[in-house]
């Protein structure tokens, strides 16, 4: 959550460099945005709210001129989403900025101090007390670097921040703890980014922060220290070629692009090493328990990965939210795998249940799409989904692929990883059939219900989870309440909500679930529902059904998840809302 992007240059356009970056990472974060450039020994400092090419119609962000600044897309935590609020902020002297991604938890404490100092405060951000702190330490004769190196010690919480001080006006001096930064160079530029996606095609070595590290970046050279201010020297990778790609490629959207693509990449998900897949298996089988940690749709995927684990492998794991992670802690122990699922590898609340684990001797295997993240370095094994970027929020080929990583795992523990590969080959076919039967289907039926308020999403085993998914891609992008639950559970108590055309989405394959699943059907639509079936087999309780090809039990959720992100795309699209960018959200979710 927040982009944040320095760059040094020689060429006096830096802000045009830093402007193009910022939209590369404007996923993680699009409520406001701004940059703050060094030109001719002055701060030029230029924000606004709303998205960032609005922000840039009205303020030019790229017309700054300068060639070492700093720029930012934020994702409001502390304080409303106002100018004022926007970073970069700055010293009082207005010689120093500074953009953060994070939250610094005791910046009451912080600014309580400041003000007492005499110094002045314009935002109600928790990031604005970095650069007074700043300012106190270049006042007692420190440089900017030596300035960042006293300061974030005393910073609690989680942080990664650029500063450019008009004192020092070649440089760009950053550091990280919890939140990530990288720096990238390439032939008399240096950057530092939240995300090495946003430095592609640009830089030739890329480095990632360590905890408590400090850059220092200038056109020229880029030094590196320790938390205690020891020089170091720093491994550089190459950067991913694959993650180059960030077009829509025709698409309105990304989300669109993103649904379109997945038979390909379904099959990428196959390309892994055998070797790797069955040592991981045999970790899961060896272990005394199995806990499984993810958010959202990762946590999602990971439901499905529980029945494969158990009907596949024999092997029964736990699936727990990572935000609660931290309050089960006691039980892990050395005998314990945890499996950590991430699209991003960054969302804290997963790396702060990984550091947890840790701690207590566990094993750490992730599954993660993102190369060189947080939660790959903290893991003793690293599963990739190879879905290259997912720039639309709404996760959904990382989804399906984290489905079928689960899939050669499962397998793995009975050796037929092989057997797998080709399974889920074959389904990649499926896949696409599953698009081009329904997508104008099911912008049909959006029609009949874009104004309805409450969805119900139902299914059984395997299927339940996909319920779930579907009723989170709805809600997230078309900003439509909906609630995915086991079909069972209708009858406990939330029955009572259906009423005269309420529409129902049954995802009921012709599968185990079938008949009990149908059954529950049959229920809600006697007290009224319009009943929006997923399967392979038509009935007359439908009311739309929505065709998904016939494919073995066990994978059927690779196909039913396809049309409920169609779906759920055509109501978002329907309803004028930009699914790419849903109000509130981001995507790379590094906060608490
Ligand atoms: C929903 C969505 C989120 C993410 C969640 C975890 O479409 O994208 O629910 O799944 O924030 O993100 P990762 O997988 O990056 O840890």
Redesign the pocket.
Same mark, same amino acid.
């Given at each position: 959550m927040c982009g944040i992007i320095g760059y040094c240059s020689k060429n006096g356009k830096a802000s045009q460099v830093i402007f193009e970056d910022l939209k590369r990472m404007e996923y993680r974060g699009y409520d406001s945005s701004g940059v703050a450039m060094i030109s001719d020994g002055k701060l030029l400092v230029k924000k606004g709210v709303g998205k960032l090419e609005e922000v840039n119609r009205k303020y030019k962000l790229d017309k700054i001129p300068g060639s070492v600044g700093i720029g930012h897309t934020r994702w409001a935590t502390h304080g409303g989403v106002t100018q004022i609020n926007t970073h970069p902020h700055c010293d009082c002297r207005n010689e120093i900025a500074v953009i953060h991604n994070g939250i610094v938890d005791n910046y009451q404490e912080l600014r309580k101090d400041l003000i007492k100092r005499k110094h002045r405060f314009l935002s109600e951000t928790d990031t604005e007390v970095i650069p007074h702190m700043l300012e106190d330490e270049m006042k007692r004769g420190r440089s900017l670097e030596e300035a960042v190196m006293a300061v974030a010690p005393r910073l609690e919480g989680s942080y990664a921040f650029l500063a450019i001080s008009t004192n020092e006006p070649g440089k760009v001096v950053g550091t990280r703890k919890g939140s990530p930064l990288v720096v990238g160079l390439g032939k008399n530029k240096a950057f530092a980014a939240s995300d090495s996606m946003a430095l592609a095609g640009q830089i030739d070595q890329l480095y990632m922060m360590g905890e408590g590290e400090i850059a220092v970046l200038t056109a020229d050279k880029t030094v590196f220290f320790d938390s205690t201010g020891r020089p170091i020297s720093k491994k550089a990778t190459k950067p991913d070629a694959v993650w180059n790609d960030n077009n829509k490629e025709g698409y309105e959207y990304f989300m669109l692009k993103e649904i379109m693509e997945q038979p390909d990449t379904l099959l990428a998900a196959t390309h892994q090493d055998k070797d790797v897949f069955t040592a991981v298996a045999l970790d899961v089988l060896r272990a005394d328990q199995i806990i499984v940690t993810?958010? +959202? &749709? @990762?946590r999602y995927a990971a439901l499905v990965g529980r029945y494969l684990f158990s009907s596949v492998g024999k092997k029964f794991c736990e699936v727990v939210m990572a935000s609660e992670f931290q309050y089960f802690a006691e039980s892990v122990s050395r005998n314990t795998l945890v499996l950590a699922? &991430?699209? @991003? +590898? =960054?969302?804290l609340d !997963?790396i702060d249940g990984v550091e947890l684990a840790r701690k207590a001797g566990a094993r750490i295997v992730s599954i993660i799409n993102r190369p060189q993240s947080l939660l790959g370095e903290l893991s003793h094994n690293v599963l990739y989904l190879n879905c290259g970027p997912e720039i639309g !929020?709404?996760?959904t080929k @990382?989804f399906l692929n984290q489905l079928a990583i689960f899939y050669l795992l499962a397998f793995s523990m009975v050796h037929s990883f092989d057997m797998a590969v080709d399974n889920i080959r074959k389904v990649s076919r499926q896949v696409a059939r599953a698009i081009d039967w329904n997508n104008d289907v099911i912008a049909g039926i959006t029609k009949e219900y874009h104004d309805k308020n409450d969805f119900y999403y139902i299914a059984r085993g395997i299927n339940f989870a996909i319920a779930s998914e579907g009723a989170? /891609?709805l809600k =997230?992008i078309s900003y439509i309440h909906a609630e995915g639950m086991p079909a069972g559970e209708l009858k406990h108590g939330t029955l009572s909500l259906i009423e005269e055309g309420t529409p129902v989405l049954v995802i009921c394959p012709g599968d185990f679930t079938y008949k009990e699943t149908l059954g529950n059907a049959i229920e809600a639509k006697a007290r009224g529902a319009r009943i929006i079936a997923v399967s392979d087999v038509n009935n007359e309780v439908y009311d739309h059904w929505i065709r998904i090809p016939r494919v073995h039990d066990l994978l059927y959720p690779m196909v039913s998840v396809v049309p409920l992100q169609l779906l759920a795309y055509h109501m978002a699209t329907r309803r004028g809302r930009n699914p790419d960018m849903p109000r509130n959200l981001a /995507? @790379?979710?590094t906060v608490r």
């Open positions: 993810a958010c +959202g &749709s @990762s699922i &991430s699209q @991003s +590898g =960054e969302t !997963v !929020v709404a996760a @990382s989170l /891609k =997230e /995507k @790379s979710v």
